[in-house]
């Protein structure tokens, strides 16, 4: 499927997506990689990477979150420099033409979603997330492998970035006092209003003065593994107050399931979202950022 601008759709599919049936035919195809992008939260207790031995799709590399990132920061996942991108993903054995598929575990593709808008950010015109990630592809029956594996190294190069769809905190600091963009939190509504505790040890609680709560599980239609319709992500919006003609800045926990809203309203053909990559983690962990628990 072709990366390319569209006009919003809120009736029929969604761009950027490929089904398992279509995966499955095509593996091992010339300049087509997959990508298993398994990633857990610190308090699950479990490593994507090992998950990923354990069971995935044939021939997917891994993509560590926490390893293809800024390593000068304490932040966490933070977006690398486009130096070590390039030499990551060129360690991958992607090249810059090659046909990239995310999937993760299937709870909401969230992590997919991330390194989606991670080749977003970075250039990369081809990328696309697997409908309903390993847990429909073991629904249908396909095969998985153990173990790891290896392509042989690429030289990869970034001809052009979207530093549009990243935000860092002074974009935040700025809108606080503007409220020109609507800054969307999806978080659980607990975390948002400071009742729930952070997962993340030292982060204040509460939200971002003037930002809007859209946990990001609602965005799952019928609880199930595969995306929801446009319609449905629509509604939801809609009930939520969130207009996605308008500017929106997605934020959460650390950037990850920030990129549900961004992964949606781009496969509907809106350029209107941007992620703050640093979210709640750095917000909540500087001295000199306001707080709200205000429930509205």
């Known amino acids: 499927m072709i990366n390319e601008k569209i006009q919003p759709d809120i009736g029929g599919k969604l761009d950027f997506v490929e089904e398992c049936s279509w995966v499955d035919n095509h593996i091992g195809g010339e300049s087509f990689v997959l990508l298993d992008c398994r990633y857990f939260l610190p308090t699950e207790g479990k490593k994507g990477i090992k998950e990923y031995k354990k069971e995935h799709i044939p021939t997917a590399s891994f993509f560590d979150i926490d390893s293809i990132c800024d390593p000068d920061t304490d932040l966490p996942h933070m977006l690398p420099t486009i130096e070590f991108f390039s030499e990551q993903i060129g360690l991958l054995g992607i090249k810059n033409g090659d046909y990239v598929i995310c999937y993760d575990g299937g709870n909401g593709s969230m992590a997919a979603m991330r390194v989606f808008w991670m080749f977003q950010v970075f250039g990369h015109k081809s990328v696309s997330i697997l409908n309903g990630g390993l847990a429909e592809w073991k629904k249908m029956k396909y095969q998985t492998v153990s173990g790891e594996e290896k392509r042989e190294r690429e030289k990869y190069k970034i001809e052009k970035l979207n530093l549009n769809i990243v935000k860092n905190i002074d974009d935040i600091f700025r809108n606080i006092e503007t409220r020109e963009v609507q800054l969307v939190d999806a978080r659980s509504q607990g975390r948002f209003y400071g009742k729930e505790p952070e997962p993340r040890s030292g982060i204040k609680q509460g939200h971002m003065p003037g930002s809007i709560n859209l946990p990001f599980a609602k965005l799952y239609e019928n609880n199930s593994a595969k995306l929801s319709s446009p319609s449905y992500i629509m509604s939801v919006l809609n009930k939520g107050g969130i ?17 549900v809203l ?17 979210s709640w983690t750095e917000w909540g962990s500087r001295p000199d950022t306001k707080i709200s628990t205000e429930v509205k």
């Open 243 to 259: 207009d996605p003609k308008k500017p929106i800045i997605s934020s959460c926990g650390s950037g990850v399931t920030a990129a």
């Open 262 to 278: 961004f992964f949606y309203l781009k496969a509907m053909g809106y350029d209107t979202v941007s992620i703050y990559d640093g």
